[in-house]
């Protein structure tokens, strides 16, 4: 395959599964992977130490670089759940195609038990899931040119399915891909 003019971003909340079916999907198109928080954790440190010691604006300035770098190299781009927050990495997604992967809360729960995910350090780390999920479902949505569940069934067809919609995405010509 030659290499694509757009990456194929994938966006969703925490535990939705944006780096297992990445992954995959890379393989199965033949592309690279990156995934935005592996970035900032190889060249910072972990996500749960540079909020600690740095704070989250310092976390999110690493992470909108991180997500740059990453849809510059086009592929699979899996960014973390809140990345979306930054209006430049909002911008930059527009001339992407960007994949929302959604998960029910009953799915998510068993996903994120005993985190160390930042955001989610609570007395109910599903209530504060949820309360996240909400802020952030507007965004996640106006961004989306396609949405799929990772709640039931095999992740793989989940995968199966992201590569169909990405090689047809790709294959479009280029007065087609600006009109999306």
């Known amino acids: ?41 190889r060249a910072h440190g972990p996500i749960e130490q540079i909020f600690a010691e740095h704070g989250e604006e310092q976390f999110r300035e690493w992470e909108r670089e991180a997500v740059l770098e990453g849809l510059s190299r086009r592929g699979i781009v899996a960014l973390g759940g809140g990345a979306v927050l930054d209006p430049l990495t909002r911008t930059a997604l527009a001339e992407h195609h960007v994949v929302l992967l959604t998960v029910q809360p009953r799915v998510v729960a068993s996903r994120i038990r005993d985190t ?65």
């Open 1 to 41: 395959m030659t290499a694509p003019r757009r990456a194929i971003v994938l966006i969703g909340p925490m535990g939705a599964g944006k780096t297992s079916i990445g992954r995959r999907a890379a393989k199965a198109l033949g592309v690279e992977f990156y995934d935005s928080d592996i970035a900032v954790v």
């Open 116 to 180: 160390n995910r930042p955001l989610l350090q609570s007395d109910d780390a599903m209530a504060r899931w949820t309360e996240i999920l909400q802020a952030r479902r507007p965004i996640y949505e106006e961004l989306a040119d396609v949405t799929f569940d990772t709640s039931s069934g095999p992740l793989q067809s989940v995968t199966e399915a992201i590569v169909h919609w990405a090689n047809t995405a790709w294959a479009h010509g280029p007065q087609q891909e600006e009109s999306e």
